[in-house]
C-alpha cells in the first residue's frame, strides 16, 4: 500500500451529474475564476484539493470532506478513500470542465471544510525555524514556499495580512499537500506582529538583495538558533518597514550579475543553509 494511501474505506455510492449548473456541486464552480473563489471559498469555510495524492493528504491532516466530484471514468480512482459519509459525484469530462472552467486532468477534486487557524503563539511554541512572509500573493510561490519548508526543516509559516490563502486550490496543487503539513498562522498586526515573534526567541532574518546584507552563510550560531527568515513578494521584495523591524538582513550571495532568485527557490536555499547542520 503507498504512503499517503490510508484504511479501506466503506462502500459509498454515487451519484450521477449531467448538468454543470447542477447545485450540488457548487463547491466547485468557476475554480480558475481567482477573484470569485476568493470571495467563495473563505466566507463559506471550505477549500478545493486537486488530485488524488492531494486529497489523500488532506485526508491525513484531519480535514473533514463536504463531497467528492469524480471523471465518471475514473470513479476507480477514489480506491479506498474514507469519504466520511460526504456524497461522491460523478460527470462527464465535459460536464467537469463547464462546471469548473478547466480540463480536470486528474480526475477528482474534493471539497473540503476549513479549520479555525491556530494562535500565532501556539505555533511559534512547537517552532524551532519558521518562515514569514510579507505580501506573498502569487499562489504558485506560496505553494512552493510551503512545499520547501516542508522539505527542508521549517517547523511553521506566518503571513502578514496582505498574503495569498495557502488553501487556494493552486497554492495546494503547487505545495503537494505540504500545505497541510505545515502549521500557518497570520500575523494580523503587520509588521508590528514581527515583536511577538522576536519576544518568542527568533532572530528576525530579512531576506534582500541589499550590498551591505549579512551572507547568510556567514550568520553566527546565536543568529542561526532560532531563525526567522522574513521573505518578500516577488518583484518588490521586503518594505522599508519589514526589514527595519528585523534583527539582521541577510542575503544568498549572487554570481554573473544575477541580483537574485525568484521567492521561492531563495526560500528553499536559504531554508537548507540554516538547516545544513540539523541531524537527518
Known sequence: MPADQTADAPD????EITDPDDPRIADYRALTDV???TRWEPPHGLFIAEGELVLRRA???????RSFLVDAKRVDQLGDVPTGGAPVYA????VLEQATGFHVHRGVLASFHRR????????????RRVAVLEDVNNHTNLGAIFRGA??????????????????????VRVS????????????????AGLDQVRAAGFT???MTPAPDAVPIQRLTPAQRERAALLLGAEGPGLTAAAQSASDVRVVVPMRRGVDSLNVAAAAAVAFWELGRDDPL
Open 12 to 15: 459509498r455510492s454515487v451519484e
Open 91 to 94: 460527470a462527464s469530462q465535459a
Open 35 to 37: 477573484e470569485l473563489r
Open 176 to 191: 503537494m499537500g505540504e500545505v497541510f503539513a505545515v502549521p500557518y498562522a497570520t500575523l494580523d498586526r503587520w509588521p
Open 150 to 171: 516542508a522539505a527542508l526543516g521549517v517547523d511553521a509559516v506566518l503571513l502578514s495580512p496582505s498574503c495569498a490563502d495557502p488553501l487556494y486550490r493552486r497554492s
Open 204 to 206: 528576525v532574518l530579512a
Open 116 to 127: 479555525e487557524l491556530p494562535a500565532v503563539e501556539r505555533v511559534l511554541a512547537d517552532a
Open 59 to 65: 485526508l491525513r491532516a484531519g480535514y473533514r470532506p
